[in-house]
């Protein structure tokens, strides 16, 4: 039987108001040592962090590699801008999504969750200390290739950073919250390296991941917009590289905002506390 999805705030205090110091801080003193237990879970577990450290190198490289024999010319991309912002893209699917809902369903296996639930976190507390973790590592990884960039590659700064931090905090949530709305038909740890396969493959190759979407014809690139990365990846690759006209950023704005509205809304509908078995 599914313990029905209810993301209750915290208890209060008789005679104390929601929004008192006390309890803003108990609830920060909560979810800072769930997060420092899920780094401990996840620095142990050998395969989460080999998918979240060296895959994503290796598939920057790759889409380098396939970029080459691409001709780039009236994209005004390098292949190394290509490539590294393409990076941000893998590490927003891999270290973010496919490590987080593997994360969800060994915690909600094993019972954790279930037990958390009983104590005084609240639901979004346990959600948020489970992501934090793989979020905090994404972004030392961003940070790295940004530098990276910079140093080895002749790229300039983010030409607007709050474009280009707008589009990677949106899709840090969004990531977050597919993940944690993929694990609800996720039955096993095992069975994740399934489930997480639709997002990864479409995202890669049709969000402008590995390839520009000015490659594509327009009716195709039109509809390459509309999938969940496509606008995240958008903001970030012209809020660093720039060059991109004020409709485009509309557009994917828009995008990737209803993207995380629903992924946000998945996860109080039907991510699921207990175990499947």
Do not use: C
Not at 86 to 115: A, C, N, S, W
């Amino acid at each position: 039987m599914t313990t029905p999805t209810v993301l209750a705030d915290d208890r209060t205090a008789p005679g104390r108001s929601p929004s008192s110091p006390s309890k803003a801080s108990a609830s920060v003193r909560r979810l800072t040592a769930l997060a420092r237990a899920e780094l401990i879970l996840l620095v142990r577990n050998r395969s989460a962090i080999f998918v979240a450290l060296v895959l994503p190198i290796v598939m920057i490289f790759s889409i380098r590699a396939s970029l080459q024999q691409i001709d780039l010319a009236g994209t005004g991309l390098s292949v190394a801008g290509a490539a590294l912002t393409g990076g941000i893209g893998i590490v927003l699917v891999q270290v973010v999504y496919m490590t987080l809902v593997t994360g969800y369903v060994t915690r909600r296996e094993e019972l954790v969750l279930k037990r958390l639930r009983t104590g005084e976190v609240t639901d979004r507390e346990i959600l948020a200390a489970n992501a934090l973790p793989a979020v905090a590592l994404a972004l030392v990884q961003v940070v790295l290739l940004v530098a990276a960039g910079a140093v080895a590659f002749d790229l300039s700064a983010p030409k607007r950073p709050e474009l280009f931090l707008a589009g990677l905090l949106v899709g840090l949530v969004m990531m977050s919250g597919l993940a944690a709305a993929t694990s609800a038909v996720t039955r096993t740890v095992q069975t994740s390296q399934l489930t997480t396969l639709p997002l990864f493959f479409v995202s890669l190759f049709a969000s402008g991941i590995f390839v520009p979407l000015e490659i594509f014809p327009d009716g195709l690139a039109s509809v390459f917009e509309l999938l969940p990365l496509t606008g995240v990846m958008t903001l970030i690759r012209h809020g660093w590289l720039g060059g991109v006209e004020g409709g485009d950023l509309l557009t994917a704005a828009v995008a990737a905002l209803a993207w995380t509205a629903f992924a946000v809304f998945a996860v109080q509908r039907w991510f699921r506390w207990d175990p499947r078995g």
